[in-house]
């Protein structure tokens, strides 16, 4: 099974989330991540996809997201084609026995302490998907209490051609 990145750039108006989420529901296509915001155009927003399947249903899913009206362009990636991040906050729960190794668990993977309570800290890190899985494995000797995940982003690669 392949695992696909879509850069879609949408119209920015109510209902084509749906629409497009619409889509992948009724061809029952698995959304394994799905992340949205506005691009500098404010009347644009680009919708980043993660979807994973056989070839067959890789390529459909491209051709049916270009007939949606409101797609205005389909960017498909593989993994090794693009930068992805994902940013994920993660709320533990610590003690004096183990504060300390949560604090070497974030030192090394460049994760950062944003809130702290009596019993609870919040931990953040912006990194690849990857690694914000590997942070939630070396947190599970801990208590974690909560997490949040943006979804995966992703930009192709900067190429010196680009203009």
Do not use: W
């Not at 399947?53 to 797609?71: A, C, M, P, S, Y």
Request: aromatic share 4%.
């Amino acid at each position: 099974m392949k695992k696909r990145i879509y850069s879609v750039l949408v119209e920015n108006r109510s209902g084509v989330l749906c629409k497009v989420a619409g889509l992948f529901s009724r061809r029952c296509y698995n959304i394994d991540s799905l992340a949205v915001g506005e691009t500098d155009d404010s009347s644009v927003s680009c919708m980043t996809i993660v979807s994973s399947g056989d070839e067959r249903t890789i390529e459909q899913i491209e051709k049916q997201l270009n007939k949606k009206l409101d797609v205005i362009k389909v960017k498909t990636f593989e993994e090794q084609q693009c930068i992805t991040r994902e940013l994920m906050l993660v709320k533990v729960k610590y003690n004096k026995n183990n504060r300390r190794d949560i604090m070497e668990v974030c030192e090394l993977m460049h994760a950062d302490m944003v809130d702290m309570s009596k019993h609870h800290m919040m931990l953040q890190i912006c990194d690849t998907p990857e690694r914000t899985r590997l942070l939630i494995t070396m947190l599970q000797s801990v208590s974690i209490v909560e997490v949040a995940r943006t979804g995966t982003l992703a930009l192709s690669k900067c190429a010196e051609n680009e203009n």
